[in-house]
């Protein structure tokens, strides 16, 4: 059973309930945040934090990451983003290069494009021999599970969107000159070869979700929806954490109240 066929991209939400939904998720979040930083409650740091994004081009990803941070103070969250792997990069074992941007405890990470990029386009455009891309499934599960048991709150998202809408915001950017810096030639090759990747995508969600990292395939068809649930997400793995920690991840009522 394909989890993208599945998913309803019928959700929407009214840009009124949106504003006010997401400002809620938000300054939960914020509350969160901080508590996993020490800087309220107990003054313990927390586990660490780390949420891993990936998604169809133009699926929103940009977006939902910049509700998910942009409350946050930057000096307590760390945004990355990669692309392609660089010669140096390529010497290494494809994983080498996400060592330095994993957060310790206390610190809050997130991934634009992350190490599935082994099991998505090096796989469908051929960059990685069948062996090694096959063999990564394994290892992806291993990194993460031990990541996990040193703590880690590992959040990850697949961006869905139909290939109708896809198609209705690469026409959108490349009509405004502000965003068409956004829209390359390899998006409409990727574009092409769609079937190729939902076959890949199929995969890793069936063969990398695993107790310690389960998958969340957000329908991203409406932006407004996919950003509140992105960022409530996030917020419900964190409150799990905390409680089998035992830790009181509610905010103190304000004065009066």
């Not at 901080?34 to 107990?42: D, H, K, M, N, Y």
């Not at 990355?80 to 010497?91: G, L």
């Not at 290494?92 to 997130?110: E, I, K, S």
Request: glycine fraction near 8%; charge should be neutral; hydrophobic fraction near 45%.
């Amino acid at each position: 059973m394909s989890r993208l066929a599945d998913a309803d991209l019928s959700v929407s939400l009214s840009k009124k309930d949106a504003k006010k939904q997401l400002v809620e998720a938000q300054q939960r979040l914020v509350h969160l945040r901080l508590l996993l930083g020490g800087q309220i409650g107990p003054g313990e740091l927390g586990p660490p934090l780390l949420v891993l994004f990936e998604g169809w081009d133009a699926s929103g990803k940009g977006g939902a990451i910049k509700r998910l941070v942009g409350e946050l103070d930057p000096r307590h969250v760390r945004v990355a983003q990669f692309a392609a792997p660089t010669f140096d990069e390529k010497r290494h074992h494809f994983l080498w290069r996400f060592w330095p941007v994993l957060p310790g405890w206390g610190g809050m990470a997130v991934l634009d494009r992350t190490w599935y990029g082994r099991v998505l386009v090096e796989r469908v455009e051929g960059f990685a021999p069948e062996e090694a891309w096959q063999r990564a499934y394994a290892e992806i599960v291993d990194l993460e599970t031990t990541l996990a048991a040193e703590g880690t709150i590992l959040v990850k998202f697949w961006m869905h969107l139909s290939p109708e809408e896809q198609l209705r915001r690469f026409e959108s950017r490349q009509a405004d000159p502000y965003r068409a810096w956004k829209l390359t030639a390899e998006d409409w090759r990727n574009r092409e070869r769609r079937p190729a990747y939902e076959d890949a995508v199929d995969d890793m969600l069936d063969r990398t979700d695993h107790p310690a990292g389960r998958w969340h395939v957000v329908a991203a068809e409406d932006k407004r929806w996919a950003r509140v649930a992105v960022v409530r997400t996030v917020c419900e793995a964190i409150e799990s954490a905390l409680r089998a920690r035992g830790i009181d991840a509610d905010p103190p009522l304000a004065a009066g109240a």
